[in-house]
């Protein structure tokens, strides 16, 4: 059973940055699809980001490119979040999630191993 771990969350201001990074136990993520999630108080978790097994293949939300860089390093077990320019409406909790699939996919429910999550508010 891989268990994730996010950190790197906090407290920064309007075009600030912030690095996020998700750290597996318990197994290899290398052969695993790996998302970023968000939430934000009293909505529903949306996707931000996604990352082919090799890092060759990504997605972005339309509303995070340009600004957010995921990217990963199998080596490390890690996957990683670069947010720049970051804006109030990124405030929330990011989650780490991967799924055993060659296929990169966006919606949360094809997801089936998840972070604990780790805050980020963006004050204006």
């Known amino acids: 059973q891989v268990n994730l771990i996010e950190s790197g969350g906090g407290f920064v201001q309007a075009g600030g940055s912030l690095k996020l990074s998700c750290v597996a136990s318990?197994?290899?993520?290398?052969?695993?699809?790996m998302g970023w999630f968000r939430q934000a108080p009293g909505k529903e978790r949306k996707f931000v980001a996604a990352?082919?097994?090799?890092?060759?293949?990504?997605y972005y939300a339309d509303s995070v490119k340009g600004r957010f860089t995921i990217s990963r390093d199998n080596a490390k077990n890690r996957v990683y979040l670069r947010m720049n320019s970051l804006k109030p409406e990124d405030t929330g909790v990011y989650y780490c999630?991967?799924?055993?699939?060659?296929?990169?996919?966006?919606?949360?429910?094809?997801?089936?191993?998840w972070g604990q999550g780790t805050q980020v508010t963006v004050s204006s």
């Open positions: 990352i082919s097994w090799t890092g060759g293949t990504t």
């Open positions: 318990g197994g290899t993520i290398s052969t695993t699809v």
């Open positions: 999630a991967g799924r055993k699939t060659t296929r990169v996919v966006t919606t949360p429910q094809e997801y089936g191993t």
